[in-house]
Nanobody, 123 residues
């Protein structure tokens, strides 16, 4: 069982910056892919960015050049640095980990979500 806890959301003016963090806890050694999704009112949840245990992150076109995803594998923590925020970035941001995780007993399937953190960008 893996629990994901997000932090770092808040209210910011357009053009501002925020940094989200998501820490995984539980009897897990390594997580395959960690990512950030967001859901605005009346819209479907969408992928913002994700990153594997090695390599660079991938991004939605709408955030390329403004957001940077990174992770600390030793801490099983993923970050989302957001610059140049726009009102259309306003949403609840969710951390996700999957599709597998390494436990002391070996690899197993995983589909874990955090509780979400609100990001509001005022114009």
């Amino acid at each position: 069982q893996v629990q994901l806890v997000e932090s770092g959301g808040g209210l910011v003016q357009a053009g501002g910056s925020l940094r989200l963090s998501c820490a995984a806890s539980g009897r897990v050694i390594s997580l395959n892919v960690m990512g950030w999704y967001r859901q605005a009112p009346g819209k479907q949840r969408e992928l913002v960015a994700d990153i594997g245990s090695v390599g660079a992150g991938t991004y939605a076109d709408s955030v390329k050049g403004r957001f940077t995803i990174s992770r600390d594998n030793a801490k099983n923590t993923v970050y989302l640095q957001m610059h140049g925020l726009k009102p259309e970035d306003t949403a609840v941001y969710y951390c996700h980990a999957g599709p597998s995780a390494l436990y002391t007993t070996g690899w197993a399937l995983l589909d874990s979500w955090g509780q979400g953190t609100q990001v509001t960008v005022s114009s």
